[in-house]
């Protein structure tokens, strides 16, 4: 049995460019080429169809579950019975919140508590302040007496246009949606560009390519794959929201979705040209961790910091304009109403600033370190090339 030759073995071929041999191809078409290669190649996967679907449906059924258990905002409930003397009628009139059963006499509201019927009586009762007296079973109906006290007007001077809850609940759902898709693109940018580094196929595809066109072309794949991922989780969000009747809610997310999705991808962009950047200075993927690290900090930043500070003004607004957390905290602010109009463009025009400087630099470093194979290149070498 013969032992077959480095001819016979079979490699990875480089990406078709639809043109002659020879002939020479554009940046842009190379970059597409790139681009499509990484879409296709990992759309196909059945990892990556299961894991979509599985989020798409758990995102769908915590909708439709928090709205059966915790009932629908427009949701009031039911009144309370109580049996009413001619008496106390005017006490018990005028609240929504208790449904009055006329009786003629103490004995017959009594009768009624005793059988369950209502579920307490309103009785004339002159030794008390308020000249009547609640009748109940076992236990103080805590209902009705809260519904027959009276409460003092109050005024809010500062008052608070949402609730602390569902400030939390939107800035949790931002920054989880950035931190999964982004954490998600950028693992699969690793992966692959250390893989073509280990088995050499990075050097076919550069005798095919220039090196800036193969970054740009995984970054621009993987971005189409993560803005549309984050594009089906918010369709299925707001699917969820019209199926439960929170329309107003969905309502009030329109604009606010619209700014994510811009943030989303400039903020990705940025988050993927520094994992292609540092994959390109390691061989190996035992030595990716030490690349991946400091990437998954920049990208848990904004989510840590809309959970422990998302009621906090002063530090949201700060995050709004740092690069790495601008594309949740400024859709946050903008939610809330807390934003002027023109602060969304300035934290944008800070945000595709801050992406193109990155997208230089890290393009400048995969040039450098993607052919050198072996130990870790060290981030002064890679910026300063051979």
Not at 243 to 260: N, R, V, Y
């Amino acid at each position: 049995m013969s032992t077959p030759t480095q001819q016979d073995r079979r490699t990875p071929a480089a990406p078709r460019t639809g043109r002659r041999p020879g002939a020479p191809v554009s940046a842009w078409n190379a970059t597409l080429l790139v681009a499509e290669r990484e879409i296709s190649s990992q759309i196909r996967t059945k990892s990556f169809i299961i894991s979509s679907i599985i989020t798409l449906v758990l995102i769908l059924g915590g909708i439709i579950v928090s709205s059966l258990v915790g009932g629908s905002a427009t949701d009031e409930p039911e009144p309370a019975r109580v049996a009413v003397l001619p008496g106390a009628s005017e006490v018990v009139d005028g609240v929504e919140t208790l449904e009055g059963v006329a009786v003629a006499d103490r004995a017959e509201a009594e009768a009624l508590v005793r059988s369950g019927d209502v579920d307490a009586a309103v009785v004339e009762d002159s030794a008390s302040p308020s000249g009547i007296a609640v009748l109940a079973l076992d236990e103080a109906p805590s209902d009705v007496v809260q519904a027959l006290s009276v409460a003092p007007a109050v005024e809010l001077l500062e008052p608070k246009p949402t609730s602390d809850g569902l400030r939390a609940l939107i800035g949790i759902a931002f920054g989880l949606v950035f931190m999964v898709v982004a954490l998600g693109s950028g693992a699969m940018i690793v992966q692959n560009t250390v893989q073509e580094k280990q088995s050499r196929v990075v050097e076919i595809l550069l005798a095919a390519v220039p090196a800036r066109a193969l970054m740009a072309g995984k970054i621009l794949g993987n971005s189409v794959i993560g803005v549309g991922n984050a594009a089906a989780m918010a369709a299925v969000a707001a699917l969820g929201l019209a199926l439960t009747g929170q329309g107003a809610l969905l309502d009030m997310l329109s604009a606010p979705l619209i700014w994510f999705v811009v943030f989303f991808l400039f903020g990705f962009v940025l988050v993927a040209s520094i994992f292609a950047g540092g994959a390109s200075m390691v061989s190996r993927q035992e030595d990716t961790g030490a690349i991946m690290s400091p990437a998954m900090m920049l990208i848990m930043l904004p989510y840590f910091g809309v959970v422990f500070f998302a009621d906090n003004t002063l530090v949201m607004t700060i995050l709004s304009y740092v690069p790495f957390s601008a594309p949740v905290a400024m859709p946050l602010r903008l939610f809330f109403g807390e934003a002027a109009w023109w602060e969304p463009l300035l934290s944008l025009g800070l945000l595709v600033v801050s992406t193109l400087a990155v997208i230089a630099l890290a393009s400048k470093i995969y040039t450098n370190s993607l052919l050198k194979m072996g130990s870790r290149v060290s981030l002064r070498e890679a910026l300063r090339g051979s």
